[in-house]
Structures are given as C-alpha cells and as structure tokens.
C-alpha cells in the first residue's frame, strides 16, 4: 500500500491521540501509516524510513516531553523527525497539552519548531481535525504543488468562532489564498511566519494577546520580527488601546488609541492623500459603517492615514515598520455583541480588510 501520511509520537502519553488522528484521516481519505497496524514484514527501523520516504506528509505528535529524550542520537522519534526534516517532507507538529518546546534541541530535528504547527483542542476536535488537514496534501497531489502560489493569512479574533468564520467566508479572496482561524493569539508562536502574508486580529473587547506577561512579550517579539522581516499586520479597534497596555503594539504602529466616543454609526471619508493615490479604490470616498464606537490617539509623523472622521480622527490608517507594514482600522466596540460591522459583517468593513491585505510599503 502506498502510503501518504506518516505519524511519529510517543509511545507513552502520544499513542491515544495518534490512532484517533489516524482514525479520522482515514475516515477522510488519506493513506495513513500508523505503524502498530501498519508494519507487515522486515526490519522495523529501515521499513520506518523506507515509509517517511514515500509520505508526502509528516505528523508530529508532541505529548509532555515528547523531545526530552532527544539528546540521545538513538532515539528513534528524533531518527524519523531528522529523517523526515533532510528528506523535505511536509511536518506538522501536533502539541498537546502541556507540551513545551526545549530551549535547545539537537541540530538535526532543531528546524522542527520552525514548521507550522496545530494544538490540540478535544473540545473542539473536530475544529482541530479540519485545521490539520488544511496543513496536509490533499490526495492524488504532491506537497510541491500545494504549496505552490498559496498566499497564508492567518485571522484571530476576540469574537466567537461562528463570527469569525462568517468574517473568514466574506472575505472571499480566492483560490490563490489560504485563510487559518487561530483560537488563540499564542498559536502565533507555532507558525513559520517567514511563510505567512498577512496576519489579521480583531479586537473588540480590550481583549490582551496573552494575559502572561512572557507569552505577550513573545508574541510582540515576533510580531516585530515578522513585521521589520517584510510581512503585513492588520489591527483592529483595541489592539493598542491604553487600557490593552501593548507598548510594544503601540510602538510599532506608531499609536496608542487614548481616546474614545460611542457612535452607533461612524462615517468613513477618505483622505485627500488616499484619494489621490488611488488607494482603497473598491470604497467610495464616504460611507457608514456601524462601529458603536470611535478610538483614537496621537499618531507618529509618518503614519499614513487613508480614512478619517469629519473632525479629522484617524479610522485607517497605516505605519511601514522595517520592510513591513502596519496597518490599524477602527471597526468596532463589543457591547452585548460585537459591532455590526463585524457581527453582519458590513460591506465595507469586508472591503476594507479585503484592500488592506493588499497594501503593499
């Protein structure tokens, strides 16, 4: 049997998870190796191999201190990461609950961490199945030709997942682009930003990135290193609000929102300077969108600001940050629900997000 999957775990804390993996791929159509049910005839460690070679992908299952025993050049979950890694397979770290990655890890399997990666949610599995397959090879193609052209968004939001789905199918960008719903922020951490287009977050309810000082602090940190590397970053609303306390958000925005008025409905107008750039050309030069509320603060000299209030309040604007761009827009203030702009979501708010990924510094 040709197979297309491979799954690498643990045999102690990984097995329970591998086969329900197993389970469900096959269940989808996927060719998959689990190697208790798989392995007929020959020597174990070179049929293993010999597997890993002709898989298109590679799963991970990483259970607490799943690399612990790593250091050892014989461990045989380190030989098929390694193998698998110098083979230019297409991994996929599964983390588990109270996985954590070492501080080090053997030079053969250290590009592991680098590999877009997916946590376990037995709550929501189903979720988590649908998200790790988005990561594999769809049958009868190869990995080249997956990753060919894809252009990787990743979306979170603060709002409930059946919003931010909604948000994700209005977008409609095409077969060219490959939207992922994060369900934390913190799973920015296990992704190889250095493959990503544009990261987008939603923040409605002066919602923190992480309420872990050290996991906010990594996340800045490479939100900053993904944005100077040349990559695009769509806020909203909160994200650098005061009372979020993101200075480093702030910093590279070149804002800190201070200042708030509610308003059930806000009038977007656009710039003299966007208008004549020909920027944001799907939008008309004015229009309402339903934020329930308007934030704003001093901007840095060399923000560029495409839409504003009568009163000349920023509502989009954008910031270049290395070779990237930052890019904010005000939609919205959660009440009793997000705001409708998001919650229907509005045309325009749709519109918006749809030119703003295509901002370019």
Known sequence: MAYQVFISYRRTGGEALAFLIKERLTQAGYQVFFDIESLSGGRFDTRLLEVIDDCQDVIVVLSPNALDRCSDPNDWLRTEVAHAIQSGKNLIPVMMKGFKWPDELPDDIAALHRYNGVLVTFEFFD?????????????????????????????WSDCTQGVQGKVVRRLALGEEYYVEELVEPVEILTKNLSAVDTIILIDTDVTKLSNNDNTLALINEALMNYVSGGGRLICTHDLIYRRTRNEGLQSMFGCKTTNFQAAAEVQYIKTED??????????????????????????????????????????????????????????????????????KPEREFIALLREAIGLTT
């Open 127 to 155: 979720g988590f199945i649908d998200k790790l397959r988005k990561y594999l090879t769809p049958p009868g193609q190869t990995y080249q030709e997956k990753e060919n052209g894809l252009k990787h968004i990743l979306l």
């Open 274 to 343: 966007c208008r004549e750039s020909g920027l944001f050309s799907s939008l008309p030069d004015s229009f309402i969108l339903h934020d329930d509320e308007i934030c704003w603060g001093k901007t840095a000299p060399d923000v560029d600001v495409y839409f504003e209030t009568a009163e000349g309040q920023p509502l989009v604007f954008s910031r270049e940050y290395g070779s990237g761009l930052c890019i904010w827009m005000n939609p919205g203030d959660f009440k009793e629900y997000p705001p409708n702009s998001i919650l």
